[in-house]
């Protein structure tokens, strides 16, 4: 064989042994390659769909969330409306029944300050017997009474109460009353037809004058109707 047969034999040799090869091919490698990576490419296609899906799924559930806690809020406000619908009307009951209590206990007053003016008239306006008139003013019957003092209803403010009408007492003032006015202790004095009665300036004059414990305490004293 000459040398240029032997290279052509070598070459078809190496062609042949390269093409009974056992392993893939380099177009069936290629295929491989372009399946493989299609299948990823699917895989990242479907990720991207399942996360656009659950952020989806994550946006309905997070609407459902706010909505019940919308509703739990908007009944909460219901209850607490409720509430105070309730605590205002038995403000109100209570308030009524104290304004009826209070109004008995005037009721009752003033039926004690009538039944002192008549006694007081019966026995001549003082039991000393020479008191003036205008230092029991009871006798006027009127609605206007003097005020010397309201007390905090706390403490013993009810007992100091009764002490300053025992001690005006004391100091021939006759219809000496000491009484509950609302949240307070007051002491009034007398029925007055006027507050500009003679008798009604000469008694508020005297009270101002008084001295209680050794000081003048009763400075301000007002006329009061009930």
């Known amino acids: 064989m000459s040398g240029r047969g032997w290279c052509v034999a070598a070459v078809m040799a190496m062609v042949g042994v390269a093409g009974c090869s056992s392993g893939p091919s380099v177009e069936e490698q290629l295929a491989m390659k372009d399946a493989e990576i299609g299948a990823l490419v699917g895989q990242n296609d479907r990720s991207k769909q399942m996360l656009i899906q659950g952020e989806a799924e994550r946006e309905v559930l997070q609407a459902q969330l706010l909505a019940e806690q919308d509703k739990a809020t ?42 002192r003016a008549m006694a007081n008239n019966r026995s001549g306006g003082s039991s000393g017997g020479g008191t003036a008139t205008a230092e029991a003013p009871a006798a006027t019957g009127g609605k206007y009474h003097l005020r010397i003092i309201s007390l905090p209803k706390n403490g013993g403010n009810e007992k100091i109460a009764q002490e300053i009408a025992a001690f005006l007492e004391t100091q021939s003032v006759s219809s000496v009353v000491p009484r509950s006015s609302g949240n307070f202790w007051v002491v009034d004095i007398g029925h007055f037809s006027s507050v500009r009665a003679p008798e009604a300036q000469a008694l508020k004059e005297k009270i101002q004058d008084m001295k209680y414990e050794g000081v003048r305490q009763f400075k301000d004293p007002i006329f009061v109707t009930y």
Do not use: C, L
């Open 74 to 115: 908007a009944y909460q406000q219901t209850v607490d409306a409720q509430h105070e619908v309730i605590k205002e009307k038995t403000s109100a009951v209570e308030q009524s029944r104290q304004m009826a209590e209070q109004a008995r206990r005037d009721s009752e007053e003033n039926r004690r300050f009538a039944d």
